[in-house]
């Protein structure tokens, strides 16, 4: 594996994944940011009222980078109308589907309506070989699409997700369209990870992307700092025995 100098020196593309207005802009301007996400879950937590305002809003600064929106309806027929809206707002927007509905019902059709209609889709909060082949049966080849695989929740669950990604590469294979997403890694490892074994596209949020300081730090330094920060954090604590 080669030694990482500088998030540069990454192959992988790294997308920033948030939804604080920001952090969007600050990474935006980053040149190792490649293209940017988003989802209903982080919007609600930044604290995001109106999805429409909100939108337009950073797609004010961001024009020439990929951003990925999702529709947020659970049925299939409200989602193409959200979709289709959202794909109107710029050629650098992608619409995040996901797989099935909370229903579990198969977004198979609505994924081969979409990409037939020309509309850039990231298939999303997929965990399976099997959803991402299906992903790849449905869309449309002729237009640039993304393939989000939640490696971060299939490690939650005591998997090794890099088998799993490794997998979804070969699905993929040679496809000129197509790009296989790591999504919500976990650590700032799973960067190094991602891009060893040729991930396409990593989204990491602005917590992790912040460890990137930490880029071969001397470990002894690293273990000093540390032991300063329990020594310090127990004397502001007040602790006594």
């Known amino acids: 594996m080669p030694e990482i100098r500088s998030l540069d020196s990454f192959r992988i593309k790294i ?16 040149s190792w940011v490649s293209g940017l996400t988003t989802n209903p879950t982080l919007m609600k937590k930044s604290g995001v009222k109106n999805y429409r305002e909100f939108a337009q809003e950073v797609l004010k600064i961001v024009r020439d980078k990929p951003i990925s929106f999702e529709v947020f309806s659970d049925n299939f027929e409200e989602m193409k109308k959200q979709a289709l809206e959202i794909s109107s707002w710029g050629d650098n927007v992608f619409v ?5 509905n909370t229903k579990g019902i198969s977004s198979g059709d609505l994924i081969e309506s979409l990409s037939n209609q020309g509309v850039k889709l990231n298939v999303t909060a997929m965990m399976t070989l099997e959803q991402v082949k299906l992903a790849l049966s449905r869309i449309n080849q002729d237009v640039e699409n993304f393939l989000s695989v939640f490696a971060g929740r299939v490690a939650d669950t005591g998997r090794n997700p890099l088998t799993l990604i490794q997998d979804c590469l070969e699905a993929i294979g040679q496809s000129k369209t197509s790009e296989l997403i790591w999504a919500s890694p976990r650590e700032f490892f799973n960067l190094v990870q991602a891009d060893s074994i040729g991930c396409h596209v990593i989204t990491m949020t602005n917590d992790i992307l912040a460890k990137a300081k930490l880029i071969n730090m001397d470990l002894r330094d690293y273990s000093l700092e540390t032991v300063k920060m329990f020594y310090d954090d127990a004397r502001l604590a007040g602790y006594e025995l």
């Open 15 to 30: 997308f920033a994944d948030g939804a604080d207005i920001d952090g969007i802009f600050a990474m935006y301007e980053k």
């Open 96 to 100: 995040k589907i996901p797989i099935t």
